[in-house]
């Protein structure tokens, strides 16, 4: 079994920053992608930001420039650093992470989403 933990999540003014960060544990052999993921109220959730295992990035065109993704292979963790923050971007924010098991498997694995609220 794997488990996602988010931690980070608050409440912050606009124009402020928060750092958010995912640890992954359990039976992993390896993590190919993680990433981040935002639901708003009453909207899909929808893709932030994702990085490699390797540090290749990808990012959703409406955070580029102010997010940051990285990552620590070796503790399977990973970060989003949100800078310039505005209050549409209130919501649960969810760490995702692509894992190879250590019986072979391979699945997509969800934490359980810390809440971010952006005040005007």
């Known amino acids: 079994q794997v488990q996602l933990v988010e931690s980070g999540g608050g409440l912050v003014q606009a124009g402020g920053s928060l750092r958010l960060s995912c640890v992954a544990s359990?039976?992993?052999?390896?993590?190919?992608?993680m990433g981040w993921y935002r639901q708003a109220p009453g909207k899909q959730r929808e893709l932030v930001a994702a990085?490699?295992?390797?540090?290749?990035?990808n990012y959703a065109d409406s955070v580029k420039g102010r997010f940051t993704i990285s990552r620590d292979n070796a503790k399977n963790t990973v970060y989003l650093q949100m800078n310039s923050l505005t209050s549409e971007e209130t919501g649960v924010y969810y760490c995702?992470?692509?894992?190879?098991?250590?019986?072979?498997?391979?699945?997509?694995?969800w934490g359980q989403g810390t809440q971010v609220t952006v005040s005007s």
């Open positions: 359990g039976s992993i052999k390896s993590i190919n992608v």
């Open positions: 990085i490699t295992s390797g540090g290749s990035t």
């Open positions: 995702n992470a692509d894992v190879t098991t250590r019986w072979g498997t391979n699945a997509r694995y």
